[in-house]
């Protein structure tokens, strides 16, 4: 009998975080829908990027051990996403001291989960396999998680990294692969950063190279970037979408920066993910979640909202609806169109994908 896929939530994108009531209820939300994990990466933590040789502040360290305790009553397995950030640049003492500091700090929250991740930084670096593989080989005798997941910095065939972050050593995934404890995963998001789909075969030549089943990082619905800032992709089965579950290892969805929006996203994908070939209904998925009447409003502007997106929408059509939005006034789904319509939801520039 196989294994179940393993399939969880990954907040790893740019730009406005969650806040922690949303990431706390949201643990809820995935033992209900039957997702097994979540993964603590916002861009926005510097503390687990640039900043990464500086202590975690004393109250994330607390909302993290907290989150870690209601992950575990609700059997929902907790990861940190750590990005040293180019640390293999100059991985001398200082460097491995810091790098060591930071894993004991971070073994005090008890994730399970513990993701090493080398993405948005420079990778034009000769013997890069071998020197972030030294890093991860120091991370994972420090730490007391269970498991490991590693991003390479070219972690798709997609040619804008290449262009933002130099060209890579030739054979890197190969390399990587071949000098990685097979017992760690690899992210790998498809043959671009946002992919609608991967076929049997392009997971099958990415495990070859990689000598493992990728661990699939998903930014169908993410929209941190220039350009999907100005969309709220609530529905995703609206595109084809289909994963060749018994070639991965695990699928990690990367969200929207709307928490209970991404929500609706999350309960597509589930019925996604059991039938492929089942036609999904936004107002089915919705309407347990939010209630009846955002469902239905939401069913009627998902056009606007998906597929146009913000900046086409004009003046005189965005205030009614932001009037119509704002008159759910406890209902959290209408407050994040809301403050979306409102513009609060700002691009952070550091994200470099259209």
């Known amino acids: 009998m196989n294994k179940p896929l393993s399939v969880g ?3 790893g994108f740019f730009g406005r975080p969650w806040d922690w009531s949303a990431r706390q209820s949201g643990i809820d939300f995935l033992r209900d829908y039957g997702y097994h994990f979540y993964i603590y990466a916002p861009k926005a933590d510097p503390f687990l990027r640039r900043r990464w040789r500086e202590p975690m502040p004393a109250e994330t360290m607390r909302q993290l051990s907290e989150l870690s305790s209601l992950c575990r009553k609700q059997n929902i397995a907790l990861g940190i996403g750590l990005t040293p950030f180019e640390i293999y640049l100059n991985y001398d003492a200082d460097a491995r001291m810091a790098l060591r500091s930071k894993v ?4 005090e929250i008890s994730a399970n989960v513990l993701c090493i991740l080398f993405d948005d930084m420079r990778g034009d670096v000769d013997e890069l396999p071998t020197l972030q593989v030294k890093v991860i080989s120091d991370v994972c005798s420090w730490s007391n998680a269970k498991q ?7 972690y798709s065939y997609d040619s804008r990294l290449a262009r933002e972050f130099g060209s890579p050593p030739k054979q890197y995934l190969q390399d990587l692969g071949r000098m990685l404890d097979l017992k760690i995963d690899v992210f790998w998001t498809g043959e671009n950063i946002i992919s609608d789909g991967y076929s049997a075969r392009h997971i099958a030549e990415v495990a070859e190279q990689i000598r493992r089943k990728p661990f699939i990082w998903d930014n169908h619905i993410s929209n941190d970037s220039r350009i999907r800032t100005n969309h709220l992709f609530v529905d ?6 289909e994963l060749p579950a018994e070639g991965v290892a695990g699928l990690a969805i990367n969200t929207m920066n709307q928490a209970h929006l991404s929500r609706i996203a999350l309960s597509g994908y589930k019925q996604l993910l059991e039938d492929q070939s089942e036609q999904v209904r936004l107002s089915n998925v919705c309407r347990p979640l939010a209630g009846a009447s955002f469902a239905e409003r939401l069913v009627a502007d998902r056009d606007l909202f998906q597929l146009k997106g913000l900046e086409q929408i004009d003046a005189h059509t965005r205030e009614r609806l932001l009037r119509l939005y704002e008159t759910m006034k406890t209902n959290p789904y209408a407050q994040e169109v809301s403050a979306w319509l ?3 939801y700002v691009f952070d520039p550091q994200c470099l994908t259209d």
């Open 148 to 154: 490991f997941i590693v991003c390479p910095t070219y």
């Open 104 to 107: 004991l700090q971070l073994n």
């Open 342 to 344: 409102r513009g609060e």
């Open 236 to 241: 995703p089965a609206s595109n084809a979408w």
């Open 9 to 11: 939530v990954i907040e």
